[in-house]
């Protein structure tokens, strides 16, 4: 994730964060599932995903801290 795309989900509210979060935790549990079928031909998309949760983790964790 580029910094100005960062910049623009730590500007969202805690509502759309919370949405994003929820679809890329479903968006990993689809990829998961389909790396066990073999479906999946590119496994840094579970990376991405993995990556992508986490930040919105720590965003969402750094709202409530201010």
């Known amino acids: 994730m580029k910094k100005r795309e960062y910049e623009k989900v730590r500007a969202l509210p805690r509502e759309e964060l919370m949405k994003r ?4 935790q479903e968006r990993l549990r689809t990829l ?3 790396l066990s079928l073999g479906k999946v ?4 998309d579970l990376i991405e995903a993995k990556r992508m ?3 919105l983790m ?5 709202h409530e801290n201010v």
């Open 58 to 62: 720590t965003i969402l964790n750094q």
């Open 21 to 24: 979060l929820a679809t890329e």
């Open 41 to 44: 031909s590119n496994v840094r």
């Open 32 to 34: 998961r599932f389909d």
């Open 53 to 55: 949760i986490a930040r």
